[in-house]
C-alpha cells in the first residue's frame, strides 16, 4: 500500500453553493426588474453568480482541503463541472446539430471540467496551497469505447503521483479521459457518460493504491428510501457495493459504473457532505 493520499471529489451543486447568486437573492431580483435591458440583467447576474462561486471555492479551500495540509497529507482533488453547465452545453449542442459529432460533443461537454477545475486551483493557490489544474489525459485516465460513454481501461498515474510527491494539489478535471483512435492512429479525449467524475475519483484511488474515495456531495450520506419522498427515511452508516447494484432506486449521488470499477478494484467509496466535513457520510464497502 501506498502512502496515505486521501482522493476528494466534489460534485457541480457543492463547487456552486447553495446560494447561486449569494445570500441577498432577494435584493437581487429587485435591481434585475430595475435594469431596461437584457444584457444588463444577464451581466448582473453573471456578476453575483461568479461571486458567490468564488466565495465557494475558498469555504472549500478552507474546510476540505487546508486541513489535510496541516496534517501533512496531499489529497487528489476531482472536481465534475459546475451545477447545470454540462446540461448548458449539452443543450447547445441540441440547438447547433441533433446528431453532433462525437468528437466535437465529447471536447464541448468536458470545458465544463475544465473550467471547474482550474478555478479550484486558482482558490487554492490563493489560500497558500499550491495546486495544478490536470485534464482527464494529463492525470492518465485511459479509456476505451470511444469519444463519448468511454469506460476507464487503465490509469497511468506517474504525472498525479509526482505532483503529490512534490507537495502540489493535483485538481483533475472529472468526465474525461483518453483513448487511441485506431483510424488516426492519435489519442483523442473521451467523455465518461453522465456522473462520470465518480468514476475518474474511483480510478484515481485505484491508481495510486488507496483503500478508498471520498465523494463531497450536496447530501450527506445514502438513505434506505428518498429522504424527499417521505420522513422515514433513515441514513445508513454503511452499504454493500453488491447490495446498492441491486436496489430498484439506484441513488442519483453516485454513478453505477463507479461503483462497480470500485468493486473489480476493492475500492470503497465515502459519501460525505461537501458543506460540513464533521458529518458522517455512508460509506459503500466494495473491498470485501
Known sequence: MADKIPVLKFGGRTLQGCDRFGADEDDLLQECRSLSEPNEVYRLLEQRRNQARAQRLREIAKQFVLP????????????????WATDKLDQLSTYIAPQPVPREYARLLMSGELRANSSLAMALEGAGCTAYSMTGREAGIRSKGGPVGALIE???????????TRGIVPVVAGFQGYYRDPKTGRNEVSILGRGGSNLTAVALAAGLEQSEATMCSNVDGIYDRDPHAGTNAQKLTEVSGRELLDWEDFPRVIQREAVEYALAQKVDIWIRSGFDPSIAGTRIICSQ
Open 68 to 83: 489535510l495540509r496541516d496534517e501533512g497529507l496531499v489529497p487528489v482533488i476531482v472536481v465534475s463541472a459546475f451545477d
Open 154 to 164: 487503465a490509469v497511468d498515474q506517474g504525472y498525479v503521483l509526482s505532483l503529490v
